[in-house]
């Protein structure tokens, strides 16, 4: 691929907007990062990467949580200002590549080459491939959907004072559930060559 590209998706659970981000990956020949991004950090940090997933895209628990001198003690926080540096860092080196969530579609806006996409869905389609691909019953989908976008939502409205899932934030938004997942694909994928070539 010739012209640079990051490519930022944010989700609602349920969505299928990680299953998209990877089909994208997969279309324009570009790594993905995810939870994967705290494998590449726990290598440079030589700790353990397992360690960090367990705080990864977690609210802060401000209870628990002191700023002293602008060092926090808060791992959540210290986790997301890492994973922060480190796609500004590859964005700086001129890195193309496609990033799940993080708040990449806010820290990473002014680069060259970007696209943010926000994918929602329908809540009784989104329920019902909770149910499916976690096997569960539909009373803790809906539990487990709320509790995600809430950590989700926590998360970013920390981070950042745009607000989470609100569509000016985004280039593109949209619903999953219209179209199903590989038509949502090619939907995208055809707006973000449009965009590479403008």
């Given at each position: 691929m010739e012209k640079r590209l990051i490519l930022?998706?944010?989700?609602?659970?349920?969505?299928?907007?990680h299953v998209i981000a990877e089909a994208l990956a997969r279309r324009f020949e570009l790594d993905l990062y995810d939870n994967n991004l705290l494998e590449?950090?726990?290598?440079?940090?030589?700790?353990?990467?397992?360690?960090?997933?367990?705080?990864?895209?977690?609210?802060?628990?401000?209870?628990?949580?002191?700023?002293?001198?602008g060092y926090s003690n808060s791992i959540q926080e210290n986790i997301a200002n890492m994973q922060f540096d480190y796609?500004?860092?590859?964005?700086e080196e001129g890195k193309s590549f496609v990033v799940v969530g993080r708040c990449s579609e806010i820290m990473l806006k002014e680069y060259e080459g970007f696209i943010s996409i926000f994918v929602l869905g329908d809540r009784e389609v989104k329920r019902e491939r909770i149910m499916r691909l976690y096997r569960?019953?539909?009373e803790e989908a809906e539990h487990t959907m709320s509790r995600r976008d809430w950590e989700r939502k926590s998360y970013h409205n920390y981070?950042?004072?745009?607000?989470?899932?609100?569509?000016?934030?985004?280039?593109?938004?949209v619903n999953s559930s219209k179209l199903g997942i590989d038509r949502t694909v090619d939907l995208l994928e055809t707006y973000v060559r449009a965009r590479m070539e403008g």
């Open positions: 930022s998706v944010g989700r609602e659970f349920g969505s299928g907007g590449h950090i726990a290598e440079e940090k030589s700790v353990g990467g397992d360690t960090l997933k367990k705080y990864d895209e977690r609210p802060k628990i401000r209870l628990f949580s002191r700023t002293v001198r796609l500004k860092k590859m964005a569960l019953s539909a981070y950042c004072k745009e607000k989470w899932g609100d569509s000016r934030n985004y280039d593109l938004s």
